[in-house]
T-cell receptor, first 113, second 113 residues
Framework: AQSVTQPDIHITVSEGASLELRCNYS??????LFWYVQSPGQGLQLLLK??????LVQGIKGFEAEFKRSQSSFNLRKPSVHWSDAAEYFC???????????FGAGTQVVVTP | DSGVTQTPKHLITATGQRVTLRCSPR?????VYWYQQSLDQGLQFLIH???????AKGNILERFSAQQFPDLHSELNLSSLELGDSALYFC????????????FGPGTRLTVL
């Protein structure tokens, strides 16, 4: 069955430290891959996406993600977090450019001073 | 601001009642997707409309229905409401050739008492 796994439910990171959020997927072929962020009481904002080409993709707010086909992973990184990065982050996959998004369970990020 | 609008922002109603949630996609987008976000189920795809036609159905209950109108706005109708229907309902829109990214509205928070 197709699945998206975010192994970390909750991560606490100090302001200025680096952040890495993990995402693994199980799909028949390489799907379209996305990272979204949801701040409290807000909708979901797209951070970045991947479907082909360079496996290291740059997104908004200083985030980047690396696609690793051999590991079926699409991990999100930020070199130095800011207090405003505290939010819930969702990895999502779609079979093509038209399909529904299948979301992981999300990772809650807390940023400490 | 994603350009996707949803009304109302909050809705409180009683069990057994019927409600209608409204979504206006970004200008030029032909696809509208509906998702439900709840604590126990996470983010789940409900249904996808493209230019007025239903394209895909997900975990949508028979008590729920949707449609997309000629002006491309969409409505999600929820009837015979149960306590378990309390959730955040998001709509998202995408454009043809947009690379699969979906832009989310701010959501409607439904509380069933």
């Amino acid at each position: 069955a197709q699945s998206v796994t975010q192994p970390d439910i909750h991560i606490t990171v100090s302001e200025g430290a680096s952040l890495e959020l993990r995402c693994n997927y199980s799909y028949g072929a390489t799907p379209y891959l996305f990272w979204y962020v949801q701040s409290p009481g807000q909708g979901l904002q797209l951070l970045l996406k991947y479907f082909s080409g360079d496996t290291l993709v740059q997104g908004i707010k200083g985030f980047e993600a690396e696609f690793k086909r051999s590991q079926s992973s699409f991990n999100l990184r930020k070199p130095s977090v800011h207090w405003s990065d505290a939010a819930e982050y969702f990895c999502a996959v779609a079979p093509d450019s038209w399909g529904k998004l299948q979301f992981g369970a999300g990772t809650q990020v807390v940023v400490t001073p | 601001d994603s350009g996707v609008t949803q009304t109302p922002k909050h809705l409180i109603t009683a069990t057994g009642q019927r409600v209608t949630l409204r979504c206006s996609p970004r200008s030029g987008d032909l696809s509208v997707y509906w998702y439900q976000q709840s604590l126990d189920q996470g983010l789940q795809f409900l249904i996808h409309y493209y230019n007025g036609e239903e394209r895909a159905k997900g975990n949508i209950l028979e008590r729920f229905s949707a449609q997309q109108f000629p002006d491309l706005h969409s409505e999600l109708n929820l009837s015979s409401l149960e306590l378990g229907d309390s959730a955040l309902y998001f709509c998202a829109s995408s454009s043809p050739g947009g690379g699969g990214e979906q832009f989310f509205g701010p959501g409607t928070r439904l509380t069933v008492l």
